[in-house]
């Protein structure tokens, strides 16, 4: 997996919301290049678990679907006679 990357808008936008929490929920004001560094380390280290439980996620669903389709395939098989 390559490295999670923002674009500078996603990353402003982050970087409010880290900066609003720690306000709002510590009490605390931390700046913006403080907000991007932990971003940045949330990201390189949490961001991967996200990734891995998406596509854990997704695999689930598309077996789900393949079986779903086996029984619609089966449901149109004619017998013979």
Known sequence: MSEIKFSNDQTARLVS??????????????????????IDFFASEI?????NQGLADAHLLLQEKVEELGYQIQELEKVPG
């Open 47 to 51: 961001g991967p678990h996200f990734y």
């Open 17 to 38: 919301k880290v900066k609003a929490y720690f306000e709002a929920e510590l009490d605390q004001e931390i700046g913006g290049f403080e907000a991007e560094f932990l």
